[in-house]
């Protein structure tokens, strides 16, 4: 092995040392942080407990509607061909990337007490219904991960062979028993996978409990740090709650592990194979039905977001404007953080190779069960003996952002980067192409579509992200989705109406600006 | 040369005369346009040739979290139910003002706050929708027809207020009022004005509030459809106050502040900025609409002590009722 390969070796590693040090700090220094000031599970008051009761519950109520929703709307957007289908699975990406509050704004304005349903309701006579609670806080989540699920099933159907659906049709199968044959098979392989993940989403739920929870009797276990450290002032009792959750989620994480996560966010679902069992008319008006109730579910709220905010937005206080760029800045320098992390980690994994390598990308996929408010809270106590922790409120927010980002941009980036050193890496060293000058003429180009498309989902996911910030900011210094909060807080509907809308078009714009980026030279 | 000299850098470091800043810590409230913010700030500063800059925030959390490291003077908008709390930082100095001029219908000797307004908590309603609300809290238990909003005793003063009234008026039986109440409960928010909000665009029969809150309807909007259901086991009292931080870098200034709140001027203003009762005028010089609401009978009224100590147990029972 030449030296200047030894040296790319060393530096990969290196880099990727650092990164993995980081992400042990982020996700375990700020866990010893809050040990040391945890009071032991005496200090937990019976709400507390109920709090843990709600995460599950919530949390599992939230995933297993999700999923069942899913089966019946993937089943149906996979064995029909219609005008839109590639752009409706496009769309259901969305809420991937869409600010929670923005998301809860459009369900208040369908399912609120004066939304479009409830005035529906009102004109048939029918007493309105509530929507804060339990039910709220699922509504909000199966809003979310519906169309997660949807598409991580569809990815199921699209991997079953054609040939088996000619097979089926040639053996006379009715739909039934495709679905018998075929379908439950995949389902069974894909559906707890799916599952787990949304699962492990919803137990660190935080903005949907805070502003659809409408009490405390559903408060979940992050609201339940929130309240400790700011109502309260009880950081040992913060501190207590802080490890319950990251025993839930470590516990929840490796059992998501084991099942094996699916491999989500995929493309290329929009070209169904040839399928015989398409059934008669009733089945073909029942598959329409539910892929229109789908659709209108996902698109009736965002429609509200974008019709509500619009006349609002000319109008907008200077104080919205400020936290637009604050948040801006903490999303692109979160993205920059991602992206140089997750590379230099890649790198270090594939460089290491075998059990270690493994144990190395198992690090940087565990942000997914990490807590952010955990951490905050961790960061908070680490950082107030020396400094006064208001002051850096927008790097921790910025940091822990590009945490939390981080498995999807490793789930995105890693399959290329390997596949780019089984095809090019041997010509690459034999070229003598080596750190700086192989990264910027052979890894980043052929890397150029997943960076885009992770670089895009960390600057959406960090500019809605409300979490950490609620820790450490006050008035001053609120981003975006702080200060549309605080504007729901004041019941200043228009001008939150505004400020929705502002915030769903930075993320989007953020998104699509990289992702678009991306696609720009692809495959070169 | 050496005058000149000394001279010369006594100018660079004085003559930039900029007119002094005065730092008050602040509730939400006081900043929007429609809160009391605006309006004592004219009128301070036409007073000390000075600006005053209102920080807005949660108050409490703030001076709990931030300690020694607050950058500010003053702090206005704390309540008696917190201040034992906010007291306990040592964070305050001594106000230096004359309190004899109080009228707050509770004997006041302090000489770290000083109260700037007063009220009751009352449950607030429409009375072109309800034509028989309520005359006690036993009967608002009884009215399964009528559904509420109110706010969270942890993060909302008068959401505390509500909590230590229940806890004086029901004692044993409170965790029951609260599962009652919790039935009807459209949701509980962090802050008055999201509850407010939510009430005036018809989303709850009633709303937790203050019996002054109908003079706003009266006054700005000339709408005199908002009561306040007036309790017979008595209202729960409330004032708001004021304090100088210890290592406020004006703390003349903010003295100066102090007398202004105790001035006439402010507390003529104060029942139409704030909507609530003056803590330094007599009853005859308030203003009419304000005088001539419907005043409860029995004050029910905890100090800070009292207050504090029955925080912590009452906040349990409410948790447990509303959880349950």
Request: hydrophobic share 55%; glycine share 8%; with cysteine.
């Amino acid at each position: 092995m030449s030296d200047p390969a030894r040296q790319a070796r060393a530096l990969a590693l290196l880099f990727g040392g650092l990164v993995a040090v980081w992400l042990v700090m982020l996700n375990f220094g700020a866990l010893g942080a809050v040990a040391f000031r945890a009071e032991g599970l005496t200090a937990l008051r019976n709400s507390d407990w109920a709090a843990v009761r709600f995460t599950l519950l919530q949390a599992t109520l939230s995933a297993g509607l999700s999923v069942a929703l899913a089966i019946p709307i993937a089943r149906a957007l996979a064995r029909r061909q219609f005008f839109g289908r590639g752009l409706l699975i496009t769309l259901m990406g969305a809420p991937f990337i869409l600010p929670t509050l923005v998301a809860v704004l459009g369900l208040l304005a369908v399912f609120g007490r004066s939304g479009l349903v409830n005035q529906v309701f009102d004109m048939l006579g029918l007493s309105r219904f509530n929507i804060f609670g339990l039910h709220g806080v699922v509504l909000a989540h199966v809003f979310y991960n519906l169309p997660l699920a949807t598409r991580i099933l569809l990815q199921g159907w699209a991997g079953i062979p054609s040939e088996r659906f000619r097979l089926a049709a040639v053996l006379g199968f009715s739909p039934r028993d495709t679905f018998r044959q075929l379908e439950a098979p995949m389902l069974r392989d894909l559906a707890p996978g799916a599952f787990l993940v949304i699962f492990l989403i919803c137990l660190t739920s935080f903005s949907v409990a805070l502003t659809m929870g409408g009490g405390p009797r559903a408060t979940t276990v992050e609201l339940a740090i929130f309240q400790a450290f700011r109502f309260d002032f009880d950081m040992g009792r913060a501190a207590m709650l802080a490890l319950v959750q990251f025993g839930l989620c470590a516990v929840a994480g490796v059992i998501a592990w084991r099942v094996a996560l699916p491999s989500s966010l995929g493309g290329g679902l929009d070209r169904p194979v040839q399928r015989f069992d398409l059934g008669g008319r009733g089945l073909r008006l029942r598959d329409a039905a539910l892929i229109m109730a789908g659709a209108a579910f996902l698109l009736v709220p965002l429609a509200m977001v974008v019709l509500r905010g619009a006349p609002h937005v000319a109008a907008l206080p200077p104080e919205v404007w400020q936290a637009t760029g604050r948040s801006l800045i903490v999303a692109l320098g979160a993205t920059a953080a991602t992206i140089a992390m997750t590379l230099a980690l890649a790198h270090a994994v594939l460089a290491l190779g075998g059990k270690r390598g493994a144990g190395l990308e198992w690090l940087g996929l565990a942000a997914l069960a990490a807590s952010p408010l955990v951490i905050g809270t961790g960061l908070f106590l680490l950082i107030r003996p020396l400094a006064n922790p208001r002051d850096f409120a927008l790097l921790v927010t910025m940091l822990v952002n590009a945490g939390m980002a981080m498995p999807f941009a490793l789930r995105l980036i890693l399959p290329d980067l390997r596949a780019e050193l089984t095809t090019q890496g041997r010509l690459a060293t034999a070229l003598g192409l080596h750190g700086w000058a192989r990264l910027r003429i052979v890894t980043l180009p052929r890397l150029r579509r997943p960076l885009g498309f992770a670089a895009g989902l960390t600057a959406a996911l960090s500019m809605g992200d409300l979490g950490v910030i609620m820790l450490f900011a006050e008035r001053e210094g609120a981003t975006l989705p702080m200060q549309l909060y605080r504007l729901m807080n004041a019941y200043r509907q228009d001008d939150a109406a505004g400020a929705a809308l502002v915030l769903l078009g930075a993320s989007l714009a953020l998104f699509v600006v990289f992702e678009r980026w991306g696609r720009g030279r692809a495959g070169t | 040369m050496r005058i000149p000299v000394f001279a010369a850098v006594a100018a660079l470091t004085v003559t930039p005369l900029q007119a002094e800043t005065l730092v008050v810590l602040a509730p939400d409230y006081f900043g929007s346009s429609w809160g009391p913010g605006p309006a004592i700030k004219d009128g301070f500063e036409a007073r000390c040739d000075c600006t005053l800059e209102f920080r807005t925030g949660d108050v409490l959390p703030r001076l709990m979290l931030d300690g020694s490291r607050l950058e500010a003077d003053a702090v206005i908008g704390l309540n008696t139910d917190m201040t034992l709390r906010a007291r306990e930082t040592g964070l305050f100095a001594h106000h230096a003002q004359d309190l004899s001029v109080l009228t707050v219908p509770v004997a006041w000797e302090d000489d770290t706050f000083i109260p700037f307004n007063w009220g009751f908590t009352a449950w607030v309603y429409n009375n072109t929708l309800l034509d028989d609300a309520p005359s006690s809290f036993a009967e608002l238990l009884e009215r399964e027809d009528l559904n509420l909003v109110w706010q969270d005793p942890r993060s909302s003063g008068s959401g505390l207020a509500l909590m230590l009234w229940v806890d004086q008026v029901f004692g044993e039986d409170a965790e029951a009022v609260w599962r009652n109440l919790a039935a009807r409960t459209v949701t509980v928010t962090a802050g008055w004005s999201e509850s407010y909000g939510m009430f005036t665009s018809g989303e709850a029969n009633m709303v937790l509030s203050y019996t002054t809150s109908p003079a706003y309807h009266i006054v700005a909007e000339e709408d005199d459809s908002i009561s306040a259901a007036i309790f017979d086991e008595g209202h729960y009292f409330m004032a708001e106050v004021a304090g100088v931080l210890a290592n406020a870098s004006n703390p003349d200034l903010a003295r100066d502040f102090m007398a202004y709140i105790l001035s006439e001027e402010f507390q003529s203003m104060i029942a139409f900025v704030n909507w609530s009762y003056p803590s330094a005028l007599l009853r005859e010089d308030w203003p009419a609409e304000m005088r001539d609401l419907p005043f409860p009978d029995t004050a029910i009224f905890l100090d800070e002590v009292e207050a504090e100590a029955r925080r912590s147990a009452a906040l349990d029972v409410w948790l447990e009722g509303m959880t349950r």
